[in-house]
């Protein structure tokens, strides 16, 4: 189905309701330049990290479409379980994984409050944004504390730069990008205010020093596009 949550006058900030749901996946690949290789960049990683027995978390997991695609190439016996608060996602994650035969876990839960198990991976795509910053080092935190030495977190984030003229080129030319996908300039305008104080992005520094001080031993980035990022961080 095609986005067009932003057409029409919005009256709420952002939300990850039915309406959002209901036209993700589409949502995504138009609005993340080099959505489908940051996904392919993080399914490499993410393989290469689980053994027979591996236990795979994947933070706000939406639609599922990551960790389908991981299930349907990985050769050993590991526990794929993708969580997300929001029902209307799942419920599409559910449908998604029953077409697709693919055994995944999937739990609605709230991932700072989870109860993780020791973990040999983590990936969190675009999710870590919409967690407040406090929070978000508490959470970070918590993955790394949850991995098991050498484990492996992968985060892909919309990332800023404090140079002010690039900041604002960067955002022009993903607003460029946008256009490109066929969004208006008042669609793209409606959604920037939406997300005010919702999606509050880190620089890729300020993202490395944050997995650094939540202990991991390194971190660095593997895909950047302007002002989308993946990182990896090893424990
Ligand atoms: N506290 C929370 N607990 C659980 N889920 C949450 C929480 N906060 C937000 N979410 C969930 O995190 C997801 C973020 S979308 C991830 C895209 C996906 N990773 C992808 O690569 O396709 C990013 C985006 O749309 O920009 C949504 O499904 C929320 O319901
Ligand atoms: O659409 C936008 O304007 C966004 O910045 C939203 C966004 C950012 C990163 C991942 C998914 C959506």
């Not at 749901?21 to 399914?43: H, N």
């Amino acid at each position: 189905m095609n986005d067009k949550v932003f057409a029409k006058p919005i009256k709420k900030q952002f939300e990850f309701d039915e309406e959002v749901a209901a036209v993700f996946d589409d949502m995504l690949q138009r609005s993340v330049p080099f959505y489908k290789e940051s996904q392919k960049i993080t399914e490499f990683f993410a393989l290469k990290q689980l053994q027979e027995g591996g236990v795979a978390y994947d933070l706000g997991c939406s639609t599922a479409t990551l960790l389908i695609n991981i299930s349907r190439k990985l050769k050993t016996g590991a526990t794929l379980v993708g969580l997300d608060n929001s029902e209307a996602m799942l419920e599409q994650a559910r449908k998604k994984c029953e077409a697709f035969k693919a055994d995944i876990e999937l739990e609605n839960a709230d991932i700072l409050e989870y109860d993780y198990k020791e973990a040999d991976l983590f990936i969190s795509n675009y999710t870590l944004q919409f967690i407040r910053p406090l929070i978000r080092e508490e959470l970070v935190k918590k993955i790394s504390s949850s991995l098991k030495k050498g484990g492996v977190f992968i985060f892909s984030e919309k990332v800023i730069s404090h140079h002010s003229k690039l900041n604002k080129d960067l955002i022009e030319c993903y607003y460029a990008f946008k256009k490109e996908q066929g969004y208006s300039e008042y669609e793209i305008m409606q959604k920037r205010e939406a997300l005010e104080n919702v999606l509050v992005p880190y620089s890729e520094d300020e993202n490395i020093k944050m997995a650094k001080n939540c202990g991991f031993s390194h971190c660095e980035v593997v895909f950047r596009w302007a002002n989308f990022a993946t990182f990896i961080a090893i424990k």
